[in-house]
């Protein structure tokens, strides 16, 4: 703040006389900002003496005045339809070969965003690192390094694949370009009632898993996190496993695949680990998760819950569990003997290789095939950088002959302007619009109850990412 509009003058005349401490005053003083006036700073012998300890009685009326204050003096009712929002326009950028697109999630290292290869026309996912931020992480920047070179070395069809890495100096960021997925298995289940897929569904991704795994395993390397949340899927459904900040490789020269160190997600730990031993297997660990991760895709539920995580490892550590009844004979056997408490008994990959429940395909049934998760409010996984390179092209058209308002491309055809009662109603209507990703019939029990909540306000930001909106 400049001196100008504000200065501080400190008394060295005590303001209540000899019993108060010496306060400082702070002057305000207001002026139209169109005026050329220069301010001055206030003289020192202008400066008002007020005795506050012998004149109280002066004051005993001020809690009055400020109840008679009117209080819509100071706050003004507007009405909804009198506030307009400028869409925000889509910023062309482009880092080397690639065309920026919009972002697709973001994590505690940092964000993934939409890319188009322009040599290839081809569709890539980024990690954006910031360099700063990774080195006030402890061993932040190494452990990226590590899964770089790491993702480098593996080539198979269930395992994500990174294409390219370099980084920009001048921003501080790394960028790692990686295949492009549409979405997890976590947010499939997420996405249907109960939480869980049909048999014959969950039967032939978790065969992709397994052959994910197999090549994990044949190149020493335990991934140590298997879950839904980082079983990503491509436009055609294939699986790739993601994530490997905690995988560990078991040297070459290695007697056993013996491992001293666990960091996965606790709901997917196995007994070992949550007793805390020193050493364990390391290849069961990642049994384990696989089993977990049936068991959670075929029921909807975990084999272990707690309702803390003291509470969950104990129980983990018990290995008590319960098979629901209704599930295959040939799956229930399956999952028990992947969650074995003893890692020694418990199942190895070849063995679930070998199972019987892997050569058969479940029988089809009456439930609908869960369809991968959408990115777009429109139903579809277009491609989120073609409005960039429309906006970038062709904003000098006129609007009426423009190729943003063809909703066949895929791009978004709401208005530049709108009022925040447009944005609101808009809202309204896309939580009864029947889903369209998940191919299910609970459209009208979402709209019924949510029709039944009272009305919550909502910021412009949850519609639609607008420029001169700010999040509450």
Known sequence: MSSNMCNSLSSTESLGGPGCPPETEISNRIFSVDSTEELKPLSPLKTAKIWICEAMDEYDGLDDDL???????FFHRVDSNQIIYQASKKKFKMIGKYVMGDMLGEGSYGKVKEMLDTESLTRRAVKIFKTKKLRRIPNGLQNVQKEIQLLRKLRHKNIIRVLE???????????????????????????????????????????????????????????????????????????????????????????????????????????????????????????????????????????FEGDNIYKLFENISKGEFTVPQELDDCLQDLLLGMLRKNPVERFSLQQVRHHPYLHRKPPLNAYPRVSLPVQKRNGNNDMTVLPYLFNHYYASFDDSDSLLNN???????????????????????????????????????????????????????????????KQS
């Open 165 to 303: 890495e370099f980084e920009v100096e001048e921003k501080n960021k790394l960028y790692v370009i990686m295949e492009f997925c549409v979405g997890s298995l976590q947010a499939m289940l997420d996405s249907v009632p109960g939480k869980k897929l049909p048999p014959r569904q969950g039967h032939g991704y978790f065969l992709q898993l397994v052959d994910g795994l197999e090549y994990l395993h044949s190149n020493r390397v335990v991934h140590k996190d298997i879950k839904p949340g980082n079983l990503l899927f491509t436009l055609d459904e294939v699986m790739k496993i993601s994530d490997f900040g905690v995988a560990e490789i078991i040297d070459t020269f290695a007697p056993d695949d013996t491992c001293y160190t666990g960091q996965g997600s606790p709901a997917f730990q196995p007994p070992e680990i949550a007793s805390g031993k020193e050493s364990f297997p390391g290849f069961k660990v990642d049994v384990w998760s696989a089993g977990v991760t049936l068991f959670n895709i075929m029921t909807g539920k975990y084999p």
């Open 407 to 469: 909703s066949s491309f895929g791009l978004d055809s709401t208005p530049e302007y709108l009022t925040e009662r447009e944005l609101n109603a808009s809202a309204e209507t896309e939580k009864c619009t029947p889903e369209q990703a998940n191919g299910n019939a609970q459209a009208d029990q979402t709209c019924t109850k949510k029709a039944n909540r009272k009305k919550r306000p909502i910021t412009c930001l949850a519609v639609k990412n607008l420029s001169m909106c």
């Open 67 to 73: 109840e008679a204050v009117n209080i819509a003096n």
